[in-house]
C-alpha cells in the first residue's frame, strides 16, 4: 500500500516546467513527503521532501497544499535528462519505512 | 562519498543455486534497506536494518530468502535455493541521521541485476 497516489505518465515540453501532481490525502501530521526519480534501470535518486512549507533545491520545487493532501513537484525548466520515473513517498517521523507506489513516467519531449 | 556500493551489477545463475547479493552503505549511514524491482510489482520493501538489527523483515517473499548485516559497513542477502520467479533487480538503499526522524531521504545503489534460468 503506496498511499500516494499519481498518475501514470506525463508528457513535457522540453524547457517547459514539469507539474508532477501527488495525491496522499491521509497522511499524517508527523509525515514528510519525498519526491525520488528513477532514470531508466539505475537506482533511485532522492529530489526533494518536506513536512509543511514549499521547499525548493537545485533540482526541484516541492509545493505542500495547506491541508497537506496533496502536493506538486515542479522541475522548473525541464531537460531531456529529466525523463524518468518520479515516486512521490511519505514517511512517518518515527518508525515508517519508505513503500514505493508505481509512480509517474515523465516523458520530456523535444 | 562512495554512494552505496552493490556487488556484482549483473548475476545469471541457474536455477536451485544459491546466490548472494552484497550490499556496502554509505559510511556513517545507520539505516539500510534491500528492494526488490520487477515490471509487474514496481519498488517492493524486502527488508531493513537500523543499527545492523533487522527492524523488519515482512516483505521477505518466503524463507528461501535471507539477510544478514555483521556490521555497520556491509551487508548480504542470500537466495537458497534461487528459482526464476526470482529474477529482478535488487536494490540496496542506505539512509543517514536519527533513524525514523523522517528527515533523512534514502541513497540507493546502482542494483543487481538477476536472472535464474
Known amino acids: 500500500d503506496a498511499k500516494t497516489t499519481q498518475p501514470p505518465s506525463m508528457d513535457c515540453a522540453e524547457g517547459r516546467a514539469a507539474n508532477l501532481p501527488c495525491n496522499h490525502s491521509?497522511?499524517?501530521?508527523?509525515?514528510?513527503v519525498y519526491w525520488y526519480r528513477q532514470i531508466h534501470s539505475q537506482g533511485p535518486q532522492y529530489i526533494i521532501h518536506?513536512?509543511?512549507n514549499n521547499e525548493t533545491n537545485e533540482m526541484a520545487s516541492l509545493i505542500i497544499t495547506e491541508d497537506r493532501k496533496s502536493s506538486t513537484l515542479i522541475l522548473p525548466h525541464a531537460t531531456l535528462r529529466d525523463t524518468a520515473v518520479y515516486y512521490c513517498?511519505?514517511?512517518?517521523?518515527?518508525?515508517?519505512?519508505?513503500?514505493f507506489g508505481p509512480g509517474t513516467r515523465l516523458s520530456v519531449l523535444p | 562519498d562512495a554512494g552505496v556500493i552493490q556487488s556484482p551489477r549483473h548475476e545469471v545463475t541457474e536455477m536451485g543455486q544459491e546466490v548472494t547479493l552484497r550490499c556496502k552503505p554509505i559510511?556513517?549511514?545507520?539505516?539500510l534497506f534491500w528492494y526488490r524491482q520487477t515490471m509487474m510489482r514496481g519498488l517492493e520493501l524486502l527488508i531493513y536494518?537500523?543499527?545492523?538489527?533487522?527492524?523488519?523483515d515482512s516483505g521477505m517473499p518466503e524463507d528461501r530468502f535471507s539477510a544478514k548485516m555483521p556490521n555497520a559497513s556491509f551487508s548480504t542477502l542470500k537466495i537458497q535455493p534461487s528459482e526464476p520467479r526470482d529474477s529482478a533487480v535488487y536494490f540496496c538503499a542506505s539512509s543517514g541521521g536519527s533513524f525514523g526522524t523522517g528527515r533523512s531521504p534514502l541513497h540507493f545503489g546502482n542494483g543487481t541485476r538477476l536472472t535464474v534460468t
Open positions: 491521509t497522511i499524517s501530521g508527523n509525515e514528510y
Open positions: 518536506g513536512l509543511k
Open positions: 536494518f537500523n543499527n545492523n538489527v533487522p527492524i523488519d
Open positions: 513517498t511519505r514517511q512517518r517521523s518515527y518508525g515508517q519505512n519508505f513503500v
Open positions: 559510511s556513517g549511514h545507520n539505516s
